[in-house]
Nanobody
């Protein structure tokens, strides 16, 4: 079992930055593929970024602005978000997968956090 708790969301002006954190519990944290998804009002939950081993993958909409990283010693996943836009407004979810090949799809992830709200004002 992996339990995930996100933090770091908030209200920020366009062009600003936020760093999200996801505290994970569970002995297999460093073997999990970890990712971030987001869900805007009235929209489907969508892939944002994932980290698998030493590799990172990003949605086109955030590439070059967001950076995913993890600290295995602290059992924490991060999402550094720069140059934020109003379109980035959403609830952001941390996710973990026991599937070593998990990447972009929600069904590939077994564990989810409760989400943290990010609001970007114009």
């Amino acid at each position: 079992q992996v339990q995930l708790v996100e933090s770091g969301g908030g209200l920020v002006q366009a062009g600003g930055s936020l760093r999200l954190s996801c505290a994970a519990s569970g002995r297999t944290f460093n073997r999990n593929v970890m990712g971030w998804f987001r869900q805007a009002p009235g929209k489907e939950r969508e892939f944002v970024a994932t980290i698998s081993g030493g590799n990172t993958y990003y949605a086109d909409a955030v590439k070059g602005r967001f950076t995913i990283s993890r600290d295995n010693a602290e059992n924490t996943l991060y999402l550094q978000m720069n140059s934020l836009k109003p379109d980035d407004t959403a609830v952001y979810y941390c996710a973990a997968s026991t599937n070593a090949y998990a990447l972009y799809f929600r069904y590939q992830y077994d564990f989810w956090g409760q989400g943290t709200q990010v609001t970007v004002s114009s």
